[in-house]
Nanobody
Framework: VQLQASGGGLVQAGGSLRLSCAASGRTSVTYAIGWFRQAPGKEREFVTSISRSGDSTYYADSVKGRFTISRDNAKNTVYLQMNSLKPEDTAVYYC?????????????WGQGTQVTVSS
């Protein structure tokens, strides 16, 4: 499966962005999808994930209450709504797919989309 992340950009602190992760290829198999991010000089970290059916979601403490993950399986797309953005949210955001029910060890990665939050 191929993953295409999009929707990144430059936004002021307190603003919002919506990222999309579109899957193509072997989409007859639904995957659990996760979002990860990597800031300059830092290791990649988990942000949020959603189960294959969409009935379970998980969030890093740093984004709880501000970010919302959702999916539209008919469109093979997962969304990440990011509100109340902070400068520390600045990073390259990657989506990843896991063939398990939930994201454990992703099998596939997208190319990343840059999110920059100015203060």
């Amino acid at each position: 499966v191929q993953l295409q992340a999009s929707g990144g950009g430059l936004v002021q602190a307190g603003g919002s962005l919506r990222l999309s992760c579109a899957a193509s290829g072997r989409t007859s198999v639904t995957y659990a999808i996760g979002w990860f991010r990597q800031a300059p000089g830092k290791e990649r970290e988990f942000v949020t994930s959603i189960s294959r059916s969409g009935d379970s979601t998980y969030y890093a403490d740093s984004v709880k209450g501000r970010f919302t993950i959702s999916r539209d399986n008919a469109k093979n797309t997962v969304y990440l709504q990011m509100n109340s953005l902070k400068p520390e949210d600045t990073a390259v955001y990657y989506c990843a797919a896991d063939s398990s029910r939930v994201v454990v060890t992703p099998n596939y990665w997208g190319q990343g989309t840059q999110v920059t939050v100015s203060s």
